[in-house]
């Protein structure tokens, strides 16, 4: 924890402003991922798909990549990927950012401090979307550079707008992170959950309300991120499509953009509201 009366030896016991407090936890806990373990090894991860992908393409050549328009390639490159990385993203930035107050006591070091949770909450996320980014940020360059490669600089404009929203995911994922981080003070257990949630249980929700209970889940944060995919997708797909298998029909719903910006915003501000909440009324014990 920062100790804010070394930051500011100002004359007198001058207490920084909650402004002033969310800057100084940023940029210390953003030096902390930086210089983390966690930031090499997903820098890692990410430097390693992308070389997968390169190399896949470049000597396999599949259909819809190099064979096909700058659309099709930046849609089945960008689309199919980003929402992964987003993911370890959250859980290695925001799967333990607040339970770690409770499981490793560095609270406690805060506590003599004149630092609002709120302060500490704030910075935290702050810090976790900005190595996020530098992440996201590294794959969106490996994006480029085959795509610039195969194409030249034919960048389809469905690209940036996937872009955009693939960074409003990020934030939407982060904020449900940190409520969860929140909500545990076990770190293993917090991370474990978001893993569970976002890789297994979204999905099936998904799978089963729309197509068995006919039911659009609107309510499910991947159903919303959705568009990232979709953008590319031309003409985009029909809000509500119905397969008759047999005696059965299957409806497939899909989020409309501005539907989808609508539920990863909303996700975003319930969540971390409802994390920030539980962090402020939590005790350390």
């Given at each position: 924890?920062?100790?804010?009366?070394?930051?500011?030896?100002?004359?007198?016991?001058?207490?920084?402003?909650?402004?002033?407090q969310v800057g100084i936890i940023t940029k210390y806990t953003f030096l902390d991922y930086f210089r983390s373990r966690r930031f090499l090894v997903l820098a890692i991860i990410t430097l390693l798909i992308g070389f997968l992908l390169t190399f896949a393409v470049g000597y396999y050549n599949p259909p819809g990549f190099r064979g096909?328009?700058?659309?099709?390639?930046?849609?089945?490159?960008?689309?199919?990927?980003?929402?992964?990385?987003?993911?370890?993203?959250?859980?290695?930035?925001?799967?333990?950012?607040?339970?770690?107050?409770?499981?490793?006591?560095?609270?406690?070091?805060?506590?003599?401090?004149?630092?609002?949770?709120?302060?500490?909450?704030?910075?935290?996320?702050?810090?976790?979307?900005?190595?996020?980014?530098?992440?996201?940020?590294?794959?969106?360059?490996?994006?480029?550079?085959?795509?610039?490669?195969?194409?030249?600089?034919?960048?389809?404009?469905?690209?940036?707008?996937?872009?955009?929203?693939?960074?409003?995911?990020?934030?939407?994922?982060?904020?449900?992170?940190?409520?969860?981080?929140?909500?545990?003070?076990?770190?293993?257990?917090?991370?474990?959950?978001?893993?569970?949630?976002?890789?297994?249980?979204?999905?099936?929700?998904?799978?089963?309300?729309?197509?068995?209970?006919?039911?659009?889940?609107?309510?499910?944060?991947?159903?919303?991120?959705?568009?990232?995919?979709?953008?590319?997708?031309?003409?985009?797909?029909?809000?509500?499509?119905?397969?008759?298998?047999?005696?059965?029909?299957?409806?497939?719903?899909?989020?409309?953009?501005?539907?989808?910006?609508?539920?990863?915003?909303?996700?975003?501000?319930?969540?971390?509201?409802?994390?920030?909440?539980?962090?402020?009324?939590?005790?350390?014990?």
């Open positions: 924890m920062i100790n804010m009366s070394e930051t500011y030896p100002s004359s007198g016991n001058v207490v920084p402003s909650s402004i002033a096909g328009t700058s659309l099709n390639f930046y849609g089945n490159w960008w689309g199919s990927v980003t929402t992964f990385v987003v993911i370890l993203s959250g859980i290695f930035f925001g799967g333990d950012a607040i339970s770690g107050e409770f499981q490793n006591k560095t609270g406690y070091f805060g506590i003599p401090n004149p630092i609002n949770r709120s302060s500490i909450y704030v910075g935290k996320w702050l810090a976790a979307f900005l190595a996020s980014t530098i992440i996201l940020g590294v794959f969106t360059v490996i994006t480029l550079g085959n795509g610039i490669a195969y194409f030249g600089l034919d960048i389809p404009i469905e690209f940036w707008e996937s872009v955009l929203f693939t960074w409003l995911y990020l934030v939407s994922v982060l904020g449900f992170t940190f409520f969860f981080s929140a909500v545990f003070k076990s770190s293993s257990i917090a991370i474990l959950t978001t893993v569970i949630l976002f890789l297994f249980v979204f999905g099936i929700i998904e799978l089963v309300a729309g197509a068995l209970a006919h039911v659009e889940p609107w309510f499910i944060l991947t159903y919303g991120a959705a568009i990232i995919s979709n953008v590319f997708l031309v003409p985009y797909p029909p809000h509500i499509t119905v397969l008759e298998a047999g005696p059965l029909n299957l409806t497939t719903y899909t989020a409309t953009i501005p539907q989808g910006i609508a539920i990863m915003a909303v996700y975003f501000i319930i969540t971390f509201i409802l994390g920030l909440l539980l962090f402020q009324r939590k005790e350390f014990t």
